[in-house]
């Protein structure tokens, strides 16, 4: 709430040296985030699964990356003080939720094509 | 010979396929613009002005300047904009005009659209943001002032490079929202889409980080003692319009690349033919487009919000019940979008769900009415300018509001879709929520700005023209709307007795024209006559921007606020009136302050260079823009010198210089 001197761009860091990850947990989500991107695109390409299961592969490796960048690189778990990363995620899945499963609610339904 | 004479017909080739070529109104603008670019350089080069360019306005990080350079290139965009509009009234002024031709009328209510909301509205909106959110905050600066001068340079590249498109290559003709298979390269094979995209994509980025950057400015920077319950309803709006852009904008993103997938790459989200939908694009527009409509008038009721109790002296109504109403806004925003597409053959459970989410949304905005008007109530109106567009917007967006009922239910859809209705349901909320709004905030906020109050006179003149204007020209169009008059057409018959309504509506049109003439009159004369308002607070105005000089000075405040109540500089005169001691102030300290940076205006540059290398397939052109932007990401990233001390003595020379003792 009080008025910390955040200016000059890399501001948010300053002042209060707080953990913000290891070099290790870096580069394990580094890891991770490139399997789980190398999965989908190889079932895809190569053909690995039926058509359902491909999807099925496609959504729940997007919902692991989803989960990878929020832990490894957004640094979920580490809050202090007012909990607007809790509020800003459940903000983020309602809307998620809204445009994915709404488009498929729509798309289902349209019997124009 | 020959050889020379195929080199001289081949670079004629080229020259009239690359400009665009055989219109009389086109050479127009190109002569125009050539003269217009000749005057700026000969100006700027004879007052010897190009060093202070740079280093005062192109360089700068100071949200001020920044919001100042939003609003110039938002009136530039409206006037362009404007023409388009009054072009389309032309042409259907009568039936059977030979005004424009069809192709061209395509691209001229493509661009109107996409000029008014992407590259008027937003900037706009952007610039009241700027100049008045860290004021009410008591803040120095945004939280990250180099982004929000890239986010500018990148918003005003993509709309530059969006520009372009009507004397190069060719502007886009498939409507504002690009709908495929319109917008596929086999219904459009020219550049003009690929200008659309890239002008928004370069732009939307922009908006993205600006959206981000306000969040965080209204989450962490506020002054000490500013709760939650006390930040100036302003700032309540930006938030809830910004926590809006966060979701939205990606969407667009995601949206118009895929596009562009299909369009460079011969992908096949969108063609039927290839397994993918038009349809998908049509669901996914509108999950940006929906909210967006929210993002720009959200702010506006902020505005409308602070007008009404300056100039009402009285405490906002319903300050609970405001905020609540838009920070819900902003979120059921999200659960609208498919009433653009009842039509589209969802069937009725989904259009029910759609219809009845749309007429809950309606709720809280009538909450806001009852607000301003009990606000009104009893108070001590001095009908100034910013408030006389706050009056006039109250009855025009309850309209407005209603024909949205209207439209929301589904079976009535059926009728008004793709109708003039429409047409005049979307402009009344816009114009009349939108731009009134942002009108009422730039009177409001100009002292502020730049230190002297805009001519009152020519601005009530300015107000009636325009308001007069707007009935005449919009009314009309739902008339000839329920008569079966479609959006988009460019010429009709003397059959269909839709001309009386025509007629009078390309009347409002100009009218409207005329008033912004009467805009531009106020400014230039204020600019020359108005005397300098000393005081800082013209306006008898309650929120801490009024505390603080006018013009306000680079740091803002010479020492940090604390803030105890909501209208906090309105409780402290009414402490000063009633003999009390004004607050304390803390000594004073050598203030923090960013540095100017060339980066994000040269980033930008680099950003038009792959936007403009990609739309003609140029991708020597592309990638040299590429590079450039990872040049200057690591030259940011590397560069320590970022920031510096104002020193006190300077702060008290400015200070007093300003007629302030500290």
């Known amino acids: 709430m009080a008025q910390n001197h955040t200016i000059g761009g890399h501001g948010s860091h300053g002042g209060h040296g707080e953990h913000h990850g290891s070099l290790g947990e870096y580069v394990i989500g580094f890891i991770l985030s490139i399997v789980l991107t190398v999965i989908p695109i190889l079932a895809v390409v190569d053909d690995w699964f039926g058509k359902t299961a491909t999807i099925a592969v496609l959504l729940i490796t997007a919902a692991l990356q989803f989960a990878v960048q929020l832990l490894f690189f957004m640094h979920l778990r580490e809050e202090k003080g007012p909990r607007y990363n809790l509020v800003t995620l459940i903000l983020g899945l309602i809307v998620v939720v809204v445009v994915v499963y709404g488009s498929i609610w729509i798309m289902d339904h349209n019997k124009m094509y | 010979m020959r050889g ?263 992908a096949h989200f969108f063609t039927m033919d290839g397994g993918g939908n038009a349809m998908m694009y049509v669901n996914l527009i509108w999950m940006w487009g929906h909210p967006e409509v929210y993002i720009v008038v959200l702010p506006a009721f902020g505005i409308y919000s602070e007008v009404v109790a300056t100039f009402s002296k009285k405490r906002l109504f319903g300050y609970g019940s405001m905020v609540f109403a838009m920070l819900s806004i902003s979120i059921m925003a999200y659960f609208t979008w498919l009433h653009h597409f009842f039509t589209m053959g969802s069937g009725a459970n989904v259009n029910i769900f759609f219809a009845i989410s749309t007429m809950i949304i309606a709720i809280p905005t009538g909450v806001k009415i009852f607000n301003w008007l009990f606000t009104m109530f009893r108070g001590r109106i001095s009908f100034t300018t910013p408030m006389m567009w706050t009056l006039a917007f109250i009855p025009c967006f309850v309209v407005g509001g209603m024909t949205g009922v209207m439209l929301s239910v589904a079976p009535a859809d059926f009728q008004f879709h793709n109708s003039y209705f429409l047409i005049a349901h979307f402009h009344q909320v816009l114009i009349g929520g939108v731009a009134f709004g942002y009108f009422a905030g730039l009177y409001y906020w100009w002292p502020k700005m730049f230190g002297f109050k805009l001519n009152e006179t020519i601005g009530k003149w300015a107000f009636w ?101 909501r209208d906090d500089w309105w409780e402290e005169k009414e402490r000063i009136a009633a003999g009390k001691m004004p607050k304390e102030k803390p000594k004073l300290e050598p203030i923090h302050m960013p540095k100017n940076s060339p980066i994000p205006f040269i980033q930008s540059i680099c950003w038009f260079t792959v936007g403009f290398g990609l739309v003609f397939h140029w991708l020597w052109i592309a990638i040299p823009g590429f590079v450039g932007i990872a040049l200057t990401l690591l030259a940011h990233s590397f560069n320590y010198d970022t920031d510096y001390y104002i020193p006190v003595d300077e702060i008290r020379q400015t200070e007093a210089k300003a007629g302030r003792g500290v």
């Open chain 2, 465 to 565: 023209i325009w308001n007069i204007g707007f009935y005449v020209c919009f009314m009309p169009q739902y008339v000839v709307g329920l008569d079966g008059m479609t959006r988009r057409i460019n010429s009709y018959g003397w059959d269909t007795g839709w001309w009386a309504m025509n007629f009078t509506s390309t009347i409002g049109g100009f009218l409207m024209g005329i008033g912004f003439l009467f805009q531009v009159w106020q400014i230039a004369h204020s600019i020359k006559f108005m005397e300098k308002d000393t005081t800082g607070d013209p306006w008898g105005a309650r929120t801490l921007e009024w505390s603080i000089p006018s013009p306000a000075p680079l740091y803002n405040f010479a020492t940090t606020p604390l803030v105890t109540d």
């Open chain 2, 4 to 266: 020379e004479a195929s080199v001289i017909d081949q670079i004629k080739d080229f020259a009239s396929w690359f400009f665009v070529s055989g219109d009389p109104l086109i050479y127009g603008a190109d002569v125009a613009i050539a003269l217009t670019t000749a005057a700026i350089i000969f100006v700027l080069s004879y007052f010897g002005k190009w060093g202070w360019l740079w280093r005062e306005w192109l360089t700068t990080v100071d949200h001020k300047r920044v919001g100042i350079m939003y609003i110039i290139a938002a009136l530039l965009m409206l006037f362009r904009g404007g023409v388009d509009a009054l072009m389309m009234r032309t042409q259907l002024v009568f039936p059977d005009m030979k005004f424009l031709s069809p192709e061209h009328y395509n691209e001229v209510f493509t661009t109107h659209g996409v000029i008014m909301i992407l590259f008027m509205a937003m900037p706009l909106m952007f610039g009241l943001f700027n100049i008045a959110v860290p004021l009410q905050l008591g803040a120095r600066d945004v939280a990250f002032p180099f982004l929000n001068s890239l986010s500018f340079w990148l918003f005003f590249f993509g709309a530059m490079l969006f520009n372009m498109s009507f004397v190069i290559g060719g502007s886009p003709n498939g409507g504002w929202l690009s709908y495929p298979p319109l917008s596929e390269l086999t219904g459009s094979p020219g550049v003009g889409e690929d200008f659309y995209i890239w002008g928004i994509q370069v732009s939307g980025i922009g908006s993205l980080m600006t959206g981000i950057n306000f969040i965080v400015t209204i989450v962490k920077m506020r002054a000490p003692g500013m709760t939650w319950s006390r930040v100036p309803i302003f700032t309540w709006s930006v938030l809830s319009s910004c926590i809006a852009i966060i979701v939205a904008f990606p969407v667009l993103t995601v949206t118009l690349a895929l596009l562009f997938l299909d369009r460079f790459l011969g």
